[in-house]
């Protein structure tokens, strides 16, 4: 393999780099196509700015391979456009078009283009703006959309354009729940995160969630659902549980460890290769367990791994859940 064209190899691994998650793994590839991971990963970096009152304001550079910043505007445009593959811009309010349109400009080699909503309302020229940009990778929604927002949203939706969805549990009920199950049913889509910081949220709808997976298991095959929330933990023990659900935690950490599988080599591989689950990684993760319902062609099939550590690493020293991991499922409600 090493001795097909540079350029061929350059073209693998800038694919490789699409995906905030990979430049870890990429960097463990042999011959050449990790010589040049591991040359890429030295320059690779993401820009940060906010885009408040229709203006882009001051941002960042930040190189992940050493956590340095860069804020000046000076240092800022003098970094290469090539070194920045992640573009992330937190939205304040309903900022005209205008103003999107410079931040992704800037930076017009980046792979990624991620957008913090932080307002209720969007306006429909920055929608039909973010659907002519080359990859909207991950949208972020910090509060409930108001209704017309939502219907401007649906041309995002409808467009196909969205990867990946971030929002907050709490946030994450009528029209926008509806909408995360429209997007869990596109091809291109792969991953919902219900996130909320401290772990809090009394309202996250993983059970719905769920059932709607048992009636559309064909649909969200390959699917990635992350849950950080404490509701989220409990509605899933309770979705597996069933009736055996208990307030003793002690009763439904024995229910688990009868009711889940802890999953071998071959499958992890197979998920991995098939899946991509190992682009989710963990300071120490735990084992890969599953989850199987239903019979013969009706069976489907869950697969569930989680945090078992506490404190963080950098992102390119995180390890995703295998057959070695910790088997530890008194964890799962405590990370």
């Known amino acids: 393999m090493d001795n097909v064209p540079f350029a061929f190899c350059k073209h693998v691994c800038e694919l490789l780099f699409m995906d905030y998650s990979r430049p870890s793994q990429a960097k463990e590839l042999s011959g050449t196509y990790g010589e040049f991971s591991r ?95 080359k990859r909207l990778w991950r949208v972020l929604i910090n509060k409930k959309l108001d209704d017309k927002a939502l219907r401007l949203f649906q041309k995002a939706i409808t467009g196909r354009k969205i990867f990946k969805l971030t929002i907050d549990p709490d946030a994450c009920e009528g029209g926008t729940l509806e909408i995360t199950k429209i997007l869990l049913c596109q091809e291109q889509f792969d991953e919902l995160a219900l996130l909320k910081p401290g772990g809090g949220g009394s309202k996250a709808p993983v059970r719905e969630l769920l059932e709607f997976w048992s009636e559309n298991s064909e649909k969200l095959t390959g699917k990635y659902v992350v849950v950080e929330c404490t509701s989220g933990i409990e509605q899933l023990q309770e979705f597996l549980l069933k009736g055996a659900f208990s307030e003793d935690k002690e009763l439904n950490v024995s229910g688990l460890q009868k009711l889940l599988k802890v999953c071998p080599k071959e499958e992890c591989d197979f998920i991995d290769k098939y899946y991509l689950h190992n682009h989710r990684t963990f300071t120490i993760p735990s084992c890969v367990y599953k989850y199987e319902e239903g019979e013969g062609v009706e069976q489907r099939r869950l697969h569930i791994s989680f945090e078992c550590g506490e404190s963080s690493v950098p992102s390119h020293e995180r390890r995703p859940a295998n057959h070695e991991g910790q088997d530890a499922l008194h964890l799962m409600r405590e990370t």
């Open 39 to 133: 040359l890429m990963f030295g320059y690779l970096a993401i820009y940060v700015c906010t885009v408040k009152d229709s203006r882009v304001l001051p941002g960042y550079v930040e190189y992940l391979s050493t956590g340095e910043q860069i804020k000046s505007p000076e240092e800022i445009e003098a970094v290469p456009k090539k070194h920045v593959r992640y573009v992330y811009i937190m939205l304040e309010d309903t900022a005209n078009e205008s103003a999107c349109r410079e931040a992704v400009q800037r930076f017009p080699y980046a792979v990624q283009y991620n957008v913090l909503l932080r307002s209720s309302s969007i306006s429909e020229a920055w929608v039909d703006s973010a659907c002519s940009w």
